[in-house]
């Protein structure tokens, strides 16, 4: 079993900051890509960054220059940290794992239960 804990959510004001993280854990063989979406009350489930293993990572034009993601490997943790933060930020965000449990299968996505982001004054 694999899973993805998420930390870092909560309230805060526009132009604030704030810093996501999942770790991802259980029977993991190898990870390709892990990243962070987000769905608003309404809206459907959107790409917020992605960064797949030894490459570059990939924004949603809404938040590059502002949001920046990144990995540390040897955790198995991608972080997000979100500043210049907009009411139009809110949502919950949710971590994405691309990952093998064994090198028999094929790579899957797995994903975290969602922690709750508020922008607002």
């Known amino acids: 079993q694999v899973q993805l804990v998420e930390s870092g959510g909560g309230l805060v004001q526009p132009g604030g900051s704030l810093r996501l993280s999942c770790a991802a854990s259980?029977?993991?063989?190898?990870?390709?890509?892990m990243g962070w979406y987000r769905q608003a009350p309404g809206k459907q489930r959107e790409l917020v960054a992605r960064?797949?293993?030894?490459?570059?990572?990939d924004y949603a034009d809404s938040v590059k220059g502002r949001f920046t993601i990144s990995r540390d490997y040897a955790k198995n943790t991608v972080y997000l940290q979100m500043n210049s933060l907009k009411p139009e930020d809110t949502a919950v965000y949710y971590c994405?794992?691309?990952?093998?449990?064994?090198?028999?299968?094929?790579?899957?996505?797995?994903w975290g239960q969602g922690t709750q982001v508020t922008v607002s004054s």
């Open positions: 259980g029977s993991i063989f190898s990870i390709y890509a």
């Open positions: 960064i797949t293993t030894g490459g570059s990572p």
């Open positions: 994405n794992a691309d990952l093998q449990t064994s090198p028999l299968y094929r790579s899957r996505n797995y």
